[in-house]
């Protein structure tokens, strides 16, 4: 295996001359692209995520795109100045356990450490729950004798002699990438850059992971866990990456290619690549991003984003118009990774969720049929019923008009299926199985936005839910009744937002950095010098622009506590100083009383950590409102069809969502027709298109 070498991305020309910027999602099913152009004017586009190489599908996907222009694709990506693509990739690798074959190199007697797991269980009600799939198995964990006190003075010097031995045992194990993770590396370095010196001679194909570039930071658990993830999921992504920058290099394409992270902010390839574990879980980030924009617009600035597409379902609860991004205690597919993430809950509910009867009960989920082979609907060789599928039978769906009627559904075989392997196990006939799993995958859904809610303390009756995906507008009327929510968003961009999230997000650098000490005996000075040397990273990572908007947060907690919480730093932001760290201190009392119901004011809080959030905004595209009409929507009126609505088939109106106008309501049961998705209306439920292009719809009760 050849050493992964990174390569810078060529700077873009003028945006005048390239107006073009387009956000490109991959799903488990569809892969999503926007156009966003000057102007504000938006285009959504959708196809077939290619599992076994993704860059096919957005290579594709662009071709799609530039036929529909009239153009090639290198007339039409010679006018596109960036691209952000949000990847799949390092949660694909998580999940199928392909990453590259990983060692570890840590202080001797701590290699067991990333086994310990601090004692955590996912369930612990289950006494049988098995461990997680090691991605670093004990034979190819070594320890070195080496050690550095709490304040990184060396208080025994690395054995260069033991790390040439434990190369020679990797190279046998076949090992393609090695984590490095020694106590208190990241206050001082010294051993780890030796280290990667001896690795480089020894084994010079190998990709290196060290701890105090990945996560320069206590506790040591955590940053061994983000570390060993990084090295494990590390080649891979590099991998793809590559070629993906390769095919639109060759394609035409001469702008800037950004990849979008778990943060929140997109980044160059060349800066995403010294952390490649920073895009684990950045998939529904972009949908997030684009719905706290369209939410701050309708004026609603706490809400639920709810994100159903073809094979998961995200939530993100949203206060005050911004995701919460946690540092800390962020478990994906098992493992920890300590880095600076929106806190998205996902669970396994999409369209393309398989139903089936397991030991006489249904069960809808997790897994999935993707898009290949699909639900039995896309006729490309799936067998067993989907969510899809059972929509399909009830009438929510117009096999003619899905994805615009570039890919029209199949009825053959489905309602056989669902009859045969559902219904006749549990005693019911096609419809009745198609409607228990429409019911099913709904109670799934509210309950993932029961658990997120009730983690923080929320009451969803209080909040808006702001829906996206493809499939999310056939299911969210329903999830609202169940949850006492009264007013749903539903933006026409709906289908592709975490495309549109991609094109408009801004770059983001978040970074943490240890600072254990006291809060009484905390020194100012020291925590100002970190705040600078932070910040100048930040501004060489970001261009040195002057638009970069700084946030300083201290990571605090009480004596004995797990967890820290992050602070806004009170007072002056431009220095740090003792009333300012008094002011942090109170305000951390203040922050941890509202979160949970109580303050310690007469214990000495714990500053764990520095963290600075640096910001460089990108233009919004602007939102061109349309006026609104008295007009009754009956132009847009283009028939009715059967549909299950509450236990029974009524024949409901289907309106032309294109052809809707602003001010223009429309009344459950009813179904809206969007190019790439389908809004389900109840009864009592009523939607009104406003100025935004986006659907409001109330619920009377």
């Known amino acids: 295996m050849n050493r992964i070498e990174t390569r810078r991305s060529p700077k873009s020309r003028s945006s005048d001359r390239r107006p073009y910027r387009?956000?490109?999602?991959?799903?488990?099913?569809?892969?999503?692209?926007?156009?966003?152009?000057?102007?504000?004017?938006?285009?959504?586009?959708?196809?077939?995520?290619?599992?076994?190489?993704?860059?096919?599908?957005v290579l594709t996907g662009l071709s799609e795109l530039a036929s529909l222009e009239g153009v090639s694709l290198a007339d039409f990506l010679g006018r596109t100045g960036v691209i952000v693509h949000g990847t799949?990739?390092?949660?694909?690798?998580?999940?199928?356990?392909?990453?590259?074959?990983?060692?570890?190199?840590?202080?001797?007697?701590?290699?067991?450490?990333?086994?310990?797991?601090?004692?955590?269980?996912?369930?612990?009600?289950?006494?049988?729950?098995?461990?997680?799939?090691?991605?670093?198995?004990?034979?190819?964990?070594?320890?070195?004798?080496?050690?550095?006190?709490?304040?990184?003075?060396?208080?025994?010097?690395?054995?260069?002699?033991?790390?040439?031995?434990?190369?020679?045992?990797?190279?046998?194990?076949?090992?393609?990438?090695?984590?490095?993770?020694?106590?208190?590396?990241?206050?001082?370095?010294?051993?780890?850059?030796?280290?990667?010196e001896i690795l480089r001679e020894e084994l010079p194909d190998?990709?290196?992971?060290?701890?105090?570039?990945?996560?320069?930071?206590?506790?040591?658990?955590?940053?061994?866990?983000?570390?060993?993830?990084?090295?494990?999921?590390?080649?891979?992504?590099?991998?793809?990456?590559?070629?993906?920058?390769?095919?639109?290099?060759?394609?035409?394409?001469?702008?800037?290619?950004?990849?979008?992270?778990?943060n929140g902010g997109m980044?160059?390839?060349?800066?995403?690549?010294?952390?490649?574990?920073?895009?684990?879980?950045?998939?529904?980030?972009?949908?997030?991003?684009?719905?706290?924009l369209e939410a701050r617009g309708s004026e609603t600035p706490d809400f639920i984003g709810v994100d159903m597409g073809g094979t998961s379902y995200d939530v993100c609860v949203v206060r005050g118009g911004t995701p919460e991004v946690q540092a800390g205690w962020n478990w994906h597919h098992r493992y920890l990774v300590a880095l600076p993430m929106v806190e998205v809950y996902s669970v396994g509910a999409g369209g393309g969720s398989i139903a089936e009867v397991r030991g006489g009960i249904l069960a809808v989920g997790p897994a999935s049929a993707g898009a290949d082979p699909g639900p039995i609907c896309y006729g490309r060789g799936g067998t067993r019923p989907t969510v899809t599928d059972a929509n399909l039978l009830l009438g929510f769906l117009n096999p003619r008009n899905f994805c615009g009627g570039r890919m029209p559904l199949r009825t053959e075989g489905v309602e056989e299926a669902v009859r045969e392997q559902i219904g006749r196990p549990l005693g019911l006939d096609a419809i009745e199985a198609a409607y228990g799993i429409f019911r099913l995958v709904n109670a799934n859904m509210s309950n993932a936005i029961r658990r997120v809610s009730a983690q923080r303390g929320i009451d969803p009756r209080g909040m808006a839910l702001v829906v996206f995906g493809g499939n999310g507008p056939v299911h969210a009327g329903k999830q609202a009744e169940e949850l006492g929510i009264g007013r749903i968003l539903v933006p026409r961009s709906a289908p592709a937002f975490s495309a549109l999230g991609l094109a408009i997000a801004d770059a983001v650098v978040d970074e943490v950095r240890s600072y254990v000490s006291p809060a009484g005996r905390a020194d100012p000075d020291v925590i100002e010098r970190h705040f600078r040397e932070l910040e100048d990273r930040a501004r060489s990572a970001l261009g040195g622009s002057r638009k970069i908007r700084f946030q300083r947060m201290l990571h605090v907690c009480y004596p004995g506590q797990t967890f820290?919480?992050?602070?806004?730093?009170?007072?002056?932001?431009?220095?740090?100083?003792?009333?300012?760290?008094?002011?942090?201190?109170?305000?951390?009392h203040v922050l941890h009383e509202q979160l949970h119901t109580y303050a310690s004011r007469d214990e000495e809080p714990i500053v764990r950590a520095v963290r600075l959030k640096a910001v460089l905004p990108t233009r919004k595209p602007p939102v061109p409102l349309r006026p609104r009409t008295r007009k009754p929507p009956r132009a847009a009126l283009r028939g009715k069809r059967r549909v299950f609505v509450d236990g029974r088939f009524r024949d409901v109106?289907?309106?032309?969502?294109?052809?809707?106008?602003p001010g223009q309501k429309v009344e459950g049961p009813a179904i809206i027709e969007e190019p790439f998705t389908t809004v389900v209306l109840y009864p009592g439920h009523v939607a009104e298109l406003n100025p935004r292009n986006t659907y409001e719809i109330r619920i009377e009760t």
Request: aromatic content about 6%; hydrophobic content about 35%; overall charge neutral.
């Open 22 to 57: 387009i956000g490109i999602d991959v799903g488990g099913t569809f892969t999503d692209l926007v156009v966003v152009r000057e102007g504000g004017k938006i285009q959504l586009h959708k196809t077939l995520t290619t599992p076994a190489d993704q860059s096919e599908g």
């Open 88 to 196: 799949t990739t390092a949660d694909n690798t998580m999940i199928e356990m392909s990453g590259a074959v990983t060692g570890l190199l840590t202080t001797e007697g701590h290699r067991d450490e990333i086994e310990l797991r601090r004692g955590y269980k996912e369930n612990i009600w289950d006494p049988a729950l098995p461990p997680p799939p090691p991605i670093c198995p004990r034979r190819r964990r070594i320890g070195i004798p080496e050690r550095l006190d709490f304040d990184g003075s060396v208080y025994r010097p690395l054995d260069e002699d033991a790390v040439r031995r434990a190369c020679r045992r990797l190279r046998k194990l076949g090992v393609e990438s090695v984590a490095v993770c020694y106590m208190f590396s990241f206050l001082n370095p010294a051993h780890e850059l030796r280290t990667l």
């Open 206 to 262: 190998v990709d290196v992971s060290l701890s105090h570039r990945v996560y320069p930071s206590a506790p040591e658990f955590e940053r061994t866990s983000t570390t060993v993830v990084n090295a494990y999921v590390g080649p891979k992504i590099k991998r793809y990456l590559a070629r993906l920058e390769e095919r639109l290099r060759e394609a035409g394409f001469r702008g800037d290619l950004r990849i979008m992270q778990s």
């Open 267 to 292: 980044m160059p390839v060349e800066y995403v690549l010294e952390r490649p574990v920073s895009v684990l879980g950045s998939g529904p980030t972009g949908g997030v991003m684009a719905a706290c």
């Open 564 to 588: 820290d919480m992050p602070v806004p730093v009170a007072g002056r932001a431009d220095r740090f100083g003792r009333p300012e760290l008094e002011r942090t201190i109170e305000r951390f």
């Open 653 to 661: 109106p289907v309106y032309s969502g294109p052809d809707l106008l």
